[in-house]
């Protein structure tokens, strides 16, 4: 969350000459409501499972840059969907994802102590995805075109 995944996505997807995918957009579209009104209305749970499904179709038909929403990798079986992808996880801090995130709106994971919230998210899911990830990046302080720059450079030029 704030680490700027939907703009770094677009960007590479810019440098290398294909599209950008979003699976919130995905399942919103699935959904016909934002994220924020399937949480309310209809539960995490759904939200999960809807986003579970999505990955597995965007990894399926998709041949661009795809951006997961940040619990996407919390399930087992996206995990697994993801282990012949490069995945790159884009590594933000506390100070640089709520400076991002702001007061949460429209994030219903974010309701009440923002700042709390972030950090017990990060907490818990960063362990998961340094474990999917086959590329980490360092998002904090730095430009999201920075960011993509590095990305590019780490997918196109590996080390030897």
Do not use: C
Request: no cysteine; hydrophobic share 50%.
């Amino acid at each position: 969350m704030g680490a700027g995944k939907t703009t770094v996505a677009h960007l590479l997807a810019d440098a290398w000459g294909v599209t950008a995918r979003d699976t919130d957009h995905d399942i919103e579209a699935t959904a016909g409501k934002p994220v924020s009104e399937i949480f309310v209305d209809d539960g995490e749970a759904v939200f999960r499972a809807l986003e579970a499904d999505a990955v597995a179709a965007a990894l399926d038909t998709h041949d661009g840059v795809l951006a997961l929403g940040g619990g996407a990798v919390l399930a087992d079986v996206t995990q697994k969907n993801l282990a012949d992808h490069t995945v790159v996880y884009l590594q933000v801090g506390l100070a640089d994802a709520v400076k991002r995130v702001g007061l949460g709106s429209g994030r219903p994971l974010l309701l009440g102590n923002v700042r709390a919230r972030i950090k017990q998210l990060l907490d818990e899911r960063a362990p998961i995805y340094a474990a999917v990830a086959t590329i980490t990046v360092e998002t904090d302080g730095r430009s999201a075109e920075d960011v993509a720059a590095e990305i590019i450079r780490l997918i196109e030029e590996p080390p030897a």
